[in-house]
């Protein structure tokens, strides 16, 4: 396939060659260099050139019969800092070092690498051809050249070919028809041409700053989830709609607890606690700690710190009282919501703590005594104490703060706002299908913000899990009945355990969302068999993103076939996939995944740093717009949907948690005798998610009994039960001895 430009271009390319003592050739092939990268997704680029092996120094060379040709790998590195006349320049000079090698078989210099013999150096290969013509003895002749082609066949899958006499340039494209199709071709004749313009265009500008391609409309509309309309209000306002609506319909169902709360009840409830709240100091940006079981009370006390004001933090059940007091410290929360059965969590509280009773909603516990306390807490209206007006609050304001495992072994906050809940909340693809919605999740996991506000806002219902582990009994029991759920999320690992145990639990729900890790095609097939008539969609989103950034139903078909994308963007998202340059990746090309939109939270509480690292500019948004960088690895198919990849660096994700494998470390190095740590995750089908904690000790250390016990103690009290690495049963803890 040719590509001619017009006759100013190829002025323009050679005025540019000659000005910056540049030959073509080093022009094409650094062209060729890049468009490789812009659709590899890679800086390392190896490709063949041609090379004339005609010896100068042999006597009557240019007689002698052969065509003296050889193929030699041309490697290069591109550095998006580094300018384009500069980087030419470094091409041009290997490419004159790597001429002392013409001789060289490409088969010799194959042996020299540590490639498997049956594996090329390289797959695609240029040839730059420039055939100077004699214009004074055609004309002798009466003859005129009008054009000059050489037809060429290799081997290889794509070779590109330069021809540029008389200063008329065009490239032609050959392909192997069984690799390549002619539109695809096509394009990359097309990027080519651009690149090799910007080039001639800006050669003082950076790499990263070329235009290699554009996207095509196709993947500009796959990137963006579609707008719609959301009402600038915060939660608490469009709940309070909710109720005025329906106050009798039932907004939380708990079968195994306390029955039900009309929306009425919630709303009272509510309020009561969030006057205490506001009497305790609570207030806009106010942050406050929720340390409960999963309840109906968690409902109430989410609900109630965002009435008065403020945003909540929820901790996990697990957390030991180390961790607590952490959070604490880092978020500077003014307050605590606590069950009366977790208070020996909090030994020496430095804020005022309201105590509720998830077994028994109607009594309260007293305050445990902090600097502001003011006396017994309630939850009813008769004992809520003096009045304190609430002072609103915009849709901008923090709604929660979760916080994260941190590679510095310092968990990070993400604070999401009104807004981002609001976002999630409305989004079309909840329909008909999420009524009410089962509750399971651990109220500090992100997951808990789809299971409380998707029904909550729209008129649904909360079904709070009976305590204890989600079994598949418990999602039949759950399914039925006058409460009877109609959708749920799943962790993957949660997903893929039913699946294998019984995958007709679903059997009763019409939609089912699961992601969280990387997904097993098997497990949806299994559902999908036995559950035809229920939807099974998985779902993929960070945190800082609210919970869902992406999604797709998955059919029987591609699952058996292994396919399970991540899918389209949710509304209001734009899920980009972007090369190391910030350009957009071509469709099937590798590139990282960057989420915009109103789902983006405002960033890491008191971190400024790892806020600019992960919430950067948006280039392709309005002005001002932000976007988040996951560090998850992915491309985009064909038929526009995202497939995962795997990360882009140390992050991984148990459980449907995601664990910095530094936090895990720094937490058993800071443990006494302990000079390094490193940990690794050992996936296995009787144990997913298994820990290997390797720990050097201090020479003190290595002699003292009992030290490696102690050490594994003290880094389980410093980190959540999730990231406390354990000794398998058939190994005795020892020190490594080998660092």
């Given amino acids: 396939m040719e590509w001619v430009p017009p006759a100013e271009f190829s002025e323009a390319l050679h005025d540019f060659a000659r000005r910056r003592r540049i030959t073509l050739n080093t022009v094409v092939q650094g062209a060729w260099a890049l468009l490789l990268a812009a659709h590899s997704g890679r800086t390392d680029i190896v490709f063949g050139a041609t090379t004339s092996g005609r010896p100068a120094d042999q006597p009557d060379a240019e007689h002698t019969i052969g065509i003296y040709i050889n193929t030699l790998p041309v490697r290069t590195t591109i550095d998006p800092t580094t300018t384009v006349t500069h980087w030419l320049h470094t091409l041009q000079n290997q490419q004159t070092e790597a001429r002392h090698h013409d001789h060289l078989p490409l088969t010799h210099i194959h042996h020299h690498t540590p490639l498997p013999t049956d594996t090329p150096l390289f797959d695609s290969l240029v040839v730059f051809e420039n055939y100077p013509v004699d214009e004074n003895t055609a004309r002798t002749h009466h003859l005129t050249v009008h054009d000059i082609t050489a037809n060429e066949a290799t081997n290889y899958p794509l070779t590109l070919s330069a021809y540029s006499g008389d200063r008329r340039f065009r490239l032609i494209l050959g392909y192997e028809p069984k690799c390549f199709d002619e539109p695809t071709v096509r394009g990359l004749l097309e990027d080519l041409g651009r690149i090799v313009g910007s080039m001639v265009e800006a050669p003082d500008a950076p790499l990263g700053r070329l235009s290699v391609r554009l996207p095509d409309a196709a993947e500009e509309a796959a990137a963006d989830g579609g707008t719609t309309d959301l009402p600038d209000r915060t939660v608490h306002e469009l709940f309070a709609e909710q109720a005025a609506l329906r106050p009798d319909a039932v907004a939380v169902a708990d079968p195994g607890g306390h029955g039900e709360l009309t929306y009425a009840e919630l709303d009272a409830r509510a309020e009561a606690l969030a006057r205490r709240l ?32 403020g945003a909540y933090l929820p ?24 069950d009366v059965s977790m208070l020996d969590r909090l030994p020496d509280p430095p804020v005022p703590v309201l105590v509720l009773d998830a077994a028994d909603p109607e009594t309260t516990g007293p305050d445990v005594t902090g600097p502001d306390a003011t006396g017994p807490d309630a939850t009813g209206p008769d004992t809520a104490g003096p009045d304190t007006a609430a002072e609103r ?43 009410r919605v089962l509750m399971h999740s651990p109220h500090a996991f992100d997951a808990s913000t789809y299971e409380v506000w998707t029904p909550l806002l729209s ?13 598949a009994d418990l999602v039949r029991g759950c ?13 993957t690992a949660l997903f893929d355990l039913l699946s294998q145990q019984d995958p007709e639990c679903f059997a009763g729900l019409r939609e089912v969302w699961t992601g969280g890790e990387a997904a097993r095609p098997a497990s949806f097939a299994r559902v999908r068999e036995h559950c035809p008539d229920t939807e099974v969609v998985h779902v993929y989103g960070p945190t800082e993103t609210t919970t869902f950034a992406t999604c797709t139903p998955i059919g029987l078909d591609e699952a058996l076939a292994g396919e399970v ?45 790892p806020t600019a690292e992960r919430f950067v500019a948006d280039p392709f948004g309005p002005p001002g717009s932000r976007m988040y960088r996951t560090g998850d690895v992915v491309r985009r198919n064909a038929d526009g949907r ?27 190095a800071g443990c006494s005798g302990v000079a390094r740590a490193a940990v690794t995750v050992a996936e296995s089908p009787s144990a997913p998610g298994t820990w290997w904690a390797t720990c050097c000790p201090t020479a003190a250390a290595a002699a003292a009994t009992g030290a490696t016990a102690a050490a594994a103690a ?12 354990s000794w398998p049963p058939s190994c005795r803890p020892t020190w490594c001895r080998r660092c």
């Fill in 565 to 609: 994308p991540i899918g389209r963007p949710m509304d209001n998202t734009r899920a980009l996939v972007l090369d190391a340059f910030l350009r957009p990746a071509p469709t099937g090309v590798p590139g990282e995944l960057y989420v915009s939109g109103e789902g983006v939270a405002r960033g890491y509480e008191n971190r400024p740093g």
């Fill in 714 to 725: 003290t880094g389980a009290a410093r980190t959540p039960r999730r990231c406390a690495p």
């Fill in 315 to 338: 901790v996990h059940a697990s957390f030991p009282a180390e961790r607590v007091a952490g959070l604490l410290e880092d978020s500077g929360a003014v307050a605590v919501v606590a």
């Fill in 278 to 309: 506001r009497g305790a100091g609570v207030g806009p940006e106010s942050r406050v700690l929720l340390l409960m079981p999963r309840s109906a009370q968690v409902v109430v006390a989410m609900l109630a710190v965002l009435r008065a004001g």
């Fill in 642 to 668: 995202i497939e995962f990849i795997g990360r882009s660096d140390g992050q991984v994700k148990v459980r449907g948690f995601r664990i910095e494998l530094g936090e895990v470390e720094n937490a058993l």
């Fill in 393 to 435: 609050v915009p849709a901008s304001s923090a709604a929660y703060v979760m916080f994260t495992s941190g590679s510095t072994g310092r968990p990070k906050g993400v604070v999401v706002t009104h807004r981002n809940v609001v976002a999630l909340a409305a989004d079309r693809r909840w329909g008909q299908g999420h009524e």
């Fill in 479 to 491: 399914s039925a009945g006058e409460h009877g759920i109609t959708a749920m999320f799943l962790t």
């Fill in 459 to 471: 008129g649904g219902t909360v079904v709070v899990a009976p305590p204890g582990d989600l079994s």
